[in-house]
């Protein structure tokens, strides 16, 4: 079956910090993979995607790169706003109309 | 336009009532979708639509009753509810392909139902 692994929380950093947001996984077939964003008290935002292996999906500063060789999907930032303070979700699907979420990591940015 | 709307925003039941949520796209999704979210943890799939009929139903208790009236708009009704189905509950959409294609899912801002 599919699974998504993804770093326990939460995550500090100061503003400005550098984020790595680790994410693996493991699937039968090939995967599309995701980063969605929730933010307190809303639903579930479309970060980024990537579709196939070395793919890199990039939005609002956030980039992934689908490694095949890692099963890995990391998140990166290179300087957090405290703005970005949210929880973070991994997820992947192999068709079927079926997401398989990682547990989340919520990120905390200080002034 | 990747907005998909869920109304009402909030909603508090006792466990006699019936109501219902509801969920719009207009992005042309012929798949829709309910999750279950609880606090701190990931949404849990319920209920899968594809091009309007039921095609996935994970296992979820009879008292929640899902409908899709046209490809736009799906409900979830709700009736003799208990405490424990306190949650988020988000609607999604995607594309979708006779063959089940992996496409991304457009999520609404959810419904938050507390049940008495």
């Known amino acids: 079956g599919n699974s998504v692994t993804q770093m326990e929380g939460p995550v500090t950093l100061s503003e400005e910090a550098f984020l790595t947001i680790n994410c693996t996984y493991t699937?039968?077939?090939?995967?599309?993979l995701f980063w969605y964003v929730q933010y307190p008290g809303e639903g579930l935002q479309l970060l980024l995607k990537?579709?196939?292996?070395?793919d890199k999906g990039s939005n609002k500063g956030f980039e992934a790169t689908y490694r095949k060789e890692t099963t890995s999907f990391h998140l990166e930032k290179g300087s957090v706003q405290v703005s970005d303070s949210a929880v973070y979700f991994c997820?992947?699907?192999?068709?079927?109309?079926?997401?398989?979420f990682g547990s989340g990591t919520r990120l905390q940015v200080q002034p | 336009d990747t907005e998909v709307t869920q109304t009402p925003k909030h909603l508090v039941m006792g466990m006699t009532n019936k109501k219902s949520l509801k969920c719009e796209q207009h992005?042309?999704?012929?798949?829709m979708y309910w999750y279950k979210q609880k606090a701190k943890k990931p949404p849990e799939l319920m209920f899968v639509?594809?091009?309007?009929?039921?095609?996935i139903n994970e296992s979820v208790p009879s008292r929640f009753s899902p409908e899709c009236p046209n490809s736009s708009l799906l409900n979830l009704h709700l009736h003799a509810l208990q405490p424990e189905d306190s949650a988020l509950y988000l609607c999604?959409?995607?594309?979708?392909?006779?063959?089940?294609?992996?496409?991304?899912?457009?999520f609404g801002p959810g419904t938050r139902l507390t049940v008495t």
């Open positions: 999604a959409s995607s594309q979708d392909s006779r063959s089940g294609g992996a496409y991304e899912q457009y």
């Open positions: 699937a039968t077939g090939y995967p599309s």
């Open positions: 990537a579709t196939k292996a070395d």
């Open positions: 997820a992947l699907t192999t068709g079927r109309r079926a997401l398989t």
């Open positions: 992005m042309g999704h012929r798949a």
């Open positions: 639509y594809s091009y309007e009929k039921l095609s």
